[in-house]
T-cell receptor
C-alpha cells in the first residue's frame, strides 16, 4: 500500500494525558500536512512540514500542540494535556512538491481522537 | 471568516442524472482548486483539480468548472451513480502557501 498511512486509527485519552498521532507520507513525498476536522465541520489546516522543518504552523493552537517530521521516521502530531475540545478527526496529507504540478495533497485515513 | 463556502449542505439526485455541486470563494489569491470525496470514517479522496489558468477540467464522469470573475467553481458528475453518495469537499490553495482551505462539504445522496 503506497498511500498515506496514519496510526492509530482510533485513540482514546483521558483529560490531561498526551496524544501522539503518527503519519507516514506516500513514497517519494517530502511534504506533510496536518488537518483537523471537528464534528459536522470541514477540515481545518494545522501545520505544514518538510523533513526536519516546520514551514507553516499558522493553524496550530499556540499551546499544547506540536508537530515534527524527522529525517527518519514518520511525522508526529503531539497533543499534551488533552481536553475534551481536542476530540476530533486528525488527517495527515502528503504531496510530492509545492509547485503547480505537485500541489495535490493525498490524505490518510485519519486518527479519531476521543478525550474522555 | 469562511474563505471557501459550500452553501448546500446536502443534495439528492436520481441515479443516472447529473449532480452539480457548487463552491464559492472570497480570496482572490487562490489559484488552485480541488474536489475531494469523503466516506464516513475514511480520509478525503482526491477527485479532480483545476488551475486558475483554466476554466474547465474533465476526468471521466467528473468535470470541474471555474468562473474566476464570479469566484465560483462547480463539480458536475454525470451520470450519477449510487456509489457516488458521499460528502464532497471543495478546497483551494494559493501559490504563496500550500495550505488547503476547505469548504464545509456537501452531502450527496444518489438514489437508485
Amino acid at each position: 500500500n503506497a498511500g498515506v498511512m496514519q496510526n492509530p486509527r482510533h485513540l482514546v485519552r483521558r483529560r490531561g494525558q498526551e496524544a501522539r498521532l503518527r503519519c507516514s507520507p506516500m513514497k517519494g513525498h517530502s511534504h506533510v500536512y496536518w488537518y483537523r476536522q471537528l464534528p459536522e465541520e470541514g477540515l481545518k489546516f494545522m501545520v505544514y512540514l518538510q523533513k526536519e522543518n516546520i514551514i507553516d504552523e499558522s493553524g496550530m493552537p499556540k499551546e499544547r500542540f506540536s508537530a515534527e517530521f524527522p529525517k527518519e521516521g514518520p511525522s508526529i502530531l503531539r497533543i499534551q494535556q488533552v481536553v475534551r475540545g481536542d476530540s476530533a478527526a486528525y488527517f495527515c496529507a502528503s504531496s510530492l512538491s509545492q509547485g503547480p504540478l505537485g500541489e495535490t495533497q493525498y490524505f490518510g485515513p485519519g486518527t479519531r481522537l476521543l478525550v474522555l | 471568516d469562511q474563505q471557501v463556502k459550500q452553501n448546500s449542505p446536502s443534495l439528492s439526485v436520481q441515479e443516472g442524472r447529473i449532480s452539480i455541486l457548487n463552491c464559492d470563494y472570497t480570496n482572490s489569491m487562490f489559484d488552485y482548486f480541488l474536489w475531494y470525496k469523503k466516506y464516513p470514517a475514511e480520509g478525503p479522496t482526491f477527485l479532480i483539480s483545476i488551475s486558475s489558468i483554466k476554466d474547465k477540467n474533465e476526468d471521466g464522469r467528473f468535470t470541474v468548472f471555474l468562473n474566476k470573475s464570479a469566484k465560483h467553481l462547480s463539480l458536475h458528475i454525470v451520470p450519477s451513480q449510487p456509489g457516488d453518495s458521499a460528502v464532497y469537499f471543495c478546497a483551494a490553495s494559493a501559490r504563496a502557501g500550500n495550505m488547503l482551505t476547505f469548504g464545509g462539504g456537501t452531502r450527496l445522496m444518489v438514489k437508485p
